[in-house]
C-alpha cells in the first residue's frame, strides 16, 4: 500500500477530520469519478473533465486528505477506477498531497 491511498473497511477515527468527501453515485467510472472530485473541490471553471487536467486542478487545489466511500457503490468499472488512484499516487509522490482513503473497499495488499 502506497502512502498516497488507504484502504479501510469502515469509517474510522483515523481518517483526517478535514477530509474531503467525493461522493460518488452507484456506478464509478470517470465521468462520474470527474464530477465528483470537482464538485468535491470546486475545480476552476476550466477544468476539462479529463484526467489531465484533474491532475493539474488537484495539485493546485491544496488538497491533503480525500475520503472516498464505496460502500453504496454497486458497479466500478476497474481500469477508471486504477487511473484515478495513478492520479492521485502522482500528485502525492509529486507535491505530498493528496492522501486517499478508500471506505468500503476490501483489497489485500
Known amino acids: ?37 470537482d464538485k468535491a473541490l470546486s475545480f476552476p471553471n476550466y477544468f476539462a473533465h479529463n484526467w489531465d487536467s484533474a491532475w493539474d486542478c488537484l495539485t493546485d487545489s491544496g488538497a491533503k ?14 481500469e477508471d477506477f486504477n487511473v484515478f488512484k495513478s492520479v492521485i499516487e502522482d500528485a502525492f509522490r509529486d507535491f505530498g498531497q493528496p492522501q486517499l482513503w478508500v471506505v468500503g473497499l476490501n483489497v489485500d495488499e
Open 1 to 37: 500500500m502506497s502512502q498516497a491511498i488507504h484502504y479501510i473497511n469502515k469509517k474510522p477515527a483515523s481518517i483526517p477530520e478535514q477530509a474531503i468527501d467525493i461522493v460518488m453515485s452507484e456506478v464509478l467510472d470517470k465521468a462520474n469519478l470527474l464530477k465528483a472530485l
Open 65 to 78: 486528505h480525500l475520503r472516498l466511500d464505496l460502500t453504496d457503490v454497486k458497479q466500478i468499472n476497474t
